[in-house]
């Protein structure tokens, strides 16, 4: 295994910190609302009902940023794993799920230390500092290197090599390693592609079926309400 010297993976390191950053952002956002539907300073404002149901323009809010945090979530353990190199990609992808659960941690103790008598800013500070951490994935989002993955799959093979080489081998292309990982990575989106259309074909068969009758249409209905009903009353 080719050696990777110290001052790589410390910039490796400085990279994934903004990875980690949103895991505990995604974590916090979801306990932290949990905690301020408690507050009727939080309810007044947003016009919650006697069910603690967030609706109107709250639910909208919570609606578009679950979707958003929803790729997020998916999308950057899955980053973390491409970038880094494999004798250490399971202490790497271990500490993004463990900030998952200090962003959790961080905002209970942030509502919890206002669990007093101080207004409005008893739910105002806990979203302030939601929204900071965002602020800075966002504006330094565009320093991360693309995804050898997506690079391979638009053909920019050399600029895949290249990140892995950096990472994976100290920026020899040629290391066993790094050929070894883009072979895999082609051969992994050679099967998907080959496999593409007839999911899809079995998908929509089986989505018109489910459209053609009243009962699985019915049984369709009962389950997105019930998610959604959980997710809006979770967050």
């Known amino acids: 295994m080719a050696e990777v010297k110290p001052k790589t993976l410390w910039s490796l390191y400085l990279i994934l910190i903004l990875v980690f950053i949103n895991s505990a952002n995604n974590s916090y956002d979801g306990s932290m609302f949990g905690s301020v539907l408690s507050f009727q300073e939080f309810k007044d404002y947003f016009c919650i009902n006697a069910q603690d149901t967030p609706t109107g323009r709250l ?11 929803g790729f997020a979530a998916i999308a950057a353990p899955i980053f973390v794993t491409e970038l880094s190199p494999p004798h250490i990609r399971g202490t790497l992808v271990g500490l993004y799920n463990c900030f998952w659960y200090a962003g959790s941690f961080l905002s209970r103790v942030t509502v919890i230390s206002l669990n007093n ?11 302030f500092l ?17 995804s050898p993955r997506y690079l391979i799959l638009k053909g920019r093979d050399e600029e895949a090599t290249r990140i ?20 895999e990575i082609k051969n992994a989106l050679a099967v998907e592609e080959a496999t593409r259309l007839d999911s899809f074909s079995s998908s929509m068969r089986g989505l018109i079926q489910i459209l053609s009758k009243k009962s699985d249409l019915h049984r369709l209905f009962v389950s997105r309400n019930s998610t959604h009903q959980t997710q809006t009353q979770t967050n």
């Open 130 to 146: 939601q929204m900071t951490p965002s602020v800075i994935v966002i504006l330094t989002i565009w320093l991360l290197p693309e």
């Open 59 to 69: 639910a909208s809010i919570i609606n578009v940023g679950n979707i958003i945090g």
């Open 164 to 183: 892995l080489a950096k990472y994976h081998a100290d920026g020899d292309v040629n290391a066993e390693i790094v050929t070894s990982q883009v072979s």
């Open 117 to 127: 008598d101080v207004g409005d800013l008893k739910w105002r500070l806990p979203l």
